[in-house]
């Protein structure tokens, strides 16, 4: 038997100058950090190995000079493939200075040409970056003017677009786990993830080259359970003891927590509540749109503020928070542990987290913003000087069924205070978020309007609903002046028909009854009869159907409602602020077409969204049902009059 254990500085010494270097990490979590320190230290003693490409997923550092950031010195790199370039500010810097070549790729798009790598493929078919920067005809993924290959095409399958990503051949994979037998064999027990580990090693040992592996401890020959190798030592060629144990921190600001690596399930019935802010604001109205039994992502920043809204309104344990990194269910982590869960269902292969969302498995995501245009174009990949990447933006918000865009109106300096349930602007924000045109283009709102993909815009102060026509106005919180804080700050005029007031909950420091919305319980508080008129109101005004037993519960209420009227009725619906998810227009339809059939005499619909109106006749017609939907009350109730009128 063949020991592979060496020290770190003789396994950098195998890898050449101009080699194809990969390396696992998902922002401060599962570096291999003597991997990067024993390469950075021996390129400063000897300017060697030089000319290196760098190919990673996520952002693999502290921002600061830890991680991949160590591998900045001029000469050292030559080319980076990453997706995100924010935690390595100085390679950064050295593209934007056209130094070195680089392309800014979705992480998931990474992810994924492991695999294409380790099985002989040329590269990888997907849709994900269309008409986003990433797309040839918006820049092709490149982040400077010296870099000129082209590694993404567009092609054309059956009259569909597509986007072929070439694959780019890996000399050494660089990567972490806990445990090594001195065959290579090794397993994850004390690690937070298991990213793309398998895969890189595949990629590289595939193609001839050397996987290197950094482990915190070596164990003998046969005490690691088979089904506990996550990568078998037949891919291993190098196995590093991490040595001081600094140098495999479970992430840069814990050491190690067993709740985070599944060991241990801890309780977190008793999480501290958010203080009541910009942030919290954002995260109450944003847990609105919460489907319960449903797969959820959220980013960092704003977004991650909804897993403590939930966990404060006891919903947590309805809901399925997944992460890109692999983790599924329990309670996401934040800050330096942003990625793992405690108390987690299952981690997953990042790679394979990326199947799930590229087919269509997430039912919500929530993510920043740093930008916004009238079209409804995201931008937070490169702005206001900075090359921060895409991460796994673009691979999430273009397959999610609903898409929830969260963060502050403005940014830098911006205050707030919530006055007897209303919000003030104390001090505005120095930089406006919601400009004429997005600088680079992270997500596509035309192109998610072509789809009919629901998309909100939630800010501390109002909130906007991506439209055809572009972003609309629709809702404002209390004490907000539509012309003096929202108009006077944007660079363009949104689509303002009728907004809504946002929920008046949402500025009251106590619980906000979430899980009576989630779960419809006050559905029937939406439903009054007038029998001297023998006419049903339905007010769905601001109401959400975010999945298939929203619609269920409200024929219920329905049908009860009818039940007691003890004879047909005629219907008058309010569908004012009232959003569907795009694959739930026929169940609605069908549902209608029952009342009609069984309780309705007439009907009559309103909406002062054009949007809306559309979307709702065609899943009409497609029933054989009158699809005419008016534009205000008054339009409404009158047919209703006259065809009762005709009745009598």
């Known amino acids: 038997m063949k020991n592979k254990v060496i020290t770190a500085s003789q396994a950098v010494a195998l890898i050449n100058d101009g080699d194809v270097v990969c390396t696992t990490g998902f922002v401060q979590s599962c570096i291999p950090e003597m991997l990067h320190a024993a390469l950075e230290h021996r390129y400063v003693e000897s300017q060697h190995p030089k000319g290196l490409t760098l190919i990673m997923c996520a952002g693999a550092g502290d921002s600061k000079g830890l991680g991949t950031g160590r591998l900045h010195h001029e000469g050292l790199l030559s080319r980076v493939i990453a997706a995100n370039f924010g935690r390595m500010p100085k390679v950064a810097e050295a593209a934007q200075k056209n130094k070195i070549q680089g392309y800014n790729l979705p992480q998931g798009v990474i992810s994924k040409l492991y695999r294409s790598c380790a099985s002989g493929q040329p590269g990888l078919f997907t849709k994900v970056g269309l008409h986003t920067y990433v797309d040839p005809r918006l820049g092709g993924g490149k982040v400077n003017e010296v870099t000129t290959e082209d590694i993404v095409k567009r092609v054309e399958v059956d009259g569909e677009e597509w986007l072929f990503y070439k694959a780019t051949p890996i000399n050494v994979a660089l990567i972490r786990a806990t445990s090594a037998d001195p065959s290579g064999n090794l397993s994850m027990e004390k690690e937070a993830l298991t990213l793309d580990c398998l895969a890189q090693a595949m990629a590289a040992h595939n193609n001839g080259g050397i996987v290197i592996a950094q482990v915190e401890r070596v164990v003998a020959h046969g005490s690691l359970k088979p089904k506990d190798v996550r990568v078998p030592g037949i891919l291993v060629d190098c196995v590093v ?25 801890v309780p977190v019935e008793h999480m501290p509540r958010m203080e009541l802010d910009e942030r919290k604001i954002i995260a109450r109205r944003a847990a609105f749109e919460l489907p319960l039994n449903g797969a959820i992502n959220l980013g960092v920043g704003a977004p991650d503020g909804v897993a403590a809204v939930a966990a404060e309104e006891q919903v947590t344990q309805y809901l399925t928070m997944t992460t890109e990194a692999g983790a599924i269910g329990g309670v996401l982590a934040g800050g330096s542990s942003f990625g793992s869960s405690a108390n987690a269902d ?11 969302y590229h087919g269509g498995g997430l039912d919500l995501t929530c993510l920043g913003v740093a930008e916004v245009d009238e079209q409804g174009n995201v931008n937070t990949s490169k702005f206001g000087g900075r090359l921060n990447g895409c991460g796994g933006f673009i691979d999430i918000s273009q397959n999610s069924r609903a898409v929830v865009f969260a963060g502050t109106f403005t940014a830098g300096g911006l205050k707030v205070a919530i006055e007897d349930g209303k919000l003030r602007i104390v001090n505005e924000g120095r930089a406006r978020k919601f400009v004429k045109a997005v600088e680079q283009i992270t997500f596509s709102g035309s192109y998610a309007a072509s789809k009919s993909q629901p998309v909100i815009y939630v800010t501390e102060r109002c909130v906007f609903q991506l439209t055809p026509g572009g972003l609309e106005l629709i809702e404002v919180a209390p004490g907000i002046d539509i012309e003096r804080d929202i108009l006077a700050h944007m660079d363009f005029k949104p689509i303002i028909n009728k907004p809504m007031p946002m929920d008046a909950r949402i500025f009251r420091d106590e619980p906000m009854e979430l899980m009576e919305e989630l779960t419809n319980l006050k559905l029937c508080e939406r439903c009054t ?26 024929q219920k209420v329905l049908v009860d409602a009818c039940v007691k009227a003890g004879r047909r009725v005629n219907a008058v619906v309010n569908h004012d602020g009232f959003r569907m998810a795009e694959d739930l227009y026929d169940d609605y339809a069908e549902m209608i077409q029952y009342m009609m059939k069984h309780y309705y005499t007439t009907t009559a619909r309103y909406s002062t969204s054009s949007f809306m109106r559309l979307k709702m006749q065609e899943a009409l017609k497609r029933r054989g049902l009158q699809p005419h939907i008016f534009e205000s009350a008054d339009e409404a109730h009158a047919i209703v009059e006259a065809s009762r009128s005709a009745a009598e």
């Open 241 to 265: 003891v991490a040595d001081p144990p600094e140098m495999h921190r479970m992430n840069y600001g814990v050491h190690y927590n067993p709740a985070l690596s599944g060991a241990i399930r």
């Open 346 to 356: 299952s981690v997953i292969d990042q790679n394979q987290m990326f199947d799930f």
């Open 529 to 554: 009869y007038d029998p001297e008129r023998n006419i049903l109101f339905l007010n769905l005004e601001g109401w959400s159907v975010r999945k298939k037993s929203d619609v269920v519960d409200l």
